[in-house]
Each structure stands twice: as structure tokens, then as C-alpha cells.
Nanobody, 126 residues
């Protein structure tokens, strides 16, 4: 089992920044590729970004490319999502997820991720 806990969500004005964190415990963190997803009420969970187990490979959804940066610190079992130039349409709940996968073609389907956090709300005011 891997336990994931997100933090860092909140309220920010359009154009502002937030940094989300995802703290992992349980199994060896570096055995997992990690991802960020988001979900609005009544909609399907949407891929945001993913990072390989080593941190050397990243993958972004087109909607956030150039604005969001995913990173990880395996020494402290934590993944991050730096979100800059936030827009009102970024207002949703953000989830982190773990995928026991060592390849470089990172996954963007939620069904391929085994473990999930509880989510953190991000609200961007216009």
C-alpha cells in the first residue's frame, strides 16, 4: 500500500501561483511513477502531469504546458506541482496518484494509477 496526502491548495487570484505537494508513505516512493489529475464536479478525472520514478522524464497535458511544473524529491518521498499563471478554469480538486511503472512513456489514464490521495481544492478567482 502507498498512502498519498496532498496539500497546498487554496484560493488565489488569476495570474497567481500555488505549489501543491503530495507526501507519500508506505512502499518505496522511487518505485512509482507519479501523476497529478484534476476533477470538476460531474466531470471525468482529467490528466494534468506525470513524472517518472527517477524524475528525469515529465509529461504534461496541453492545457497546462508552460504554466505548471511537476517535480519530485525521492529523498523525502514527496512530489510537487508548481502552478503559475493560474486561470479561473484551473479551479477544481487536484489529486496525486502513484503508478508502479518504470517506463519512460508515462501514463495519462487514471485507470493505470494504483493509489490516490484524497484531493486538494484549488480555487482561482477572476
Amino acid at each position: 500500500q502507498v498512502q498519498l496526502v496532498e496539500s497546498g491548495g487554496g484560493l488565489v487570484q488569476a495570474g497567481g501561483s500555488l505549489r501543491l505537494s503530495c507526501a507519500a508513505s508506505g512502499r518505496t516512493f522511487s518505485n512509482y511513477a507519479m501523476g497529478w489529475f484534476r476533477q470538476a464536479p460531474g466531470k471525468e478525472r482529467e490528466f494534468v502531469a506525470a513524472i517518472s520514478w527517477s524524475g528525469f522524464v515529465t509529461y504534461y497535458a496541453d492545457s497546462v504546458k508552460g504554466r505548471f511544473t511537476i517535480s519530485r524529491a525521492n529523498a523525502v518521498n514527496t512530489m510537487y506541482l508548481q502552478m503559475d499563471s493560474l486561470k479561473p478554469e484551473d479551479t477544481v480538486v487536484y489529486y496525486c496518484a502513484a503508478d508502479r511503472y518504470f517506463g519512460t512513456t508515462l501514463h495519462d489514464l487514471p485507470t493505470l494509477y494504483e493509489y490516490w490521495g484524497q484531493g486538494t481544492q484549488v480555487t482561482v478567482s477572476s
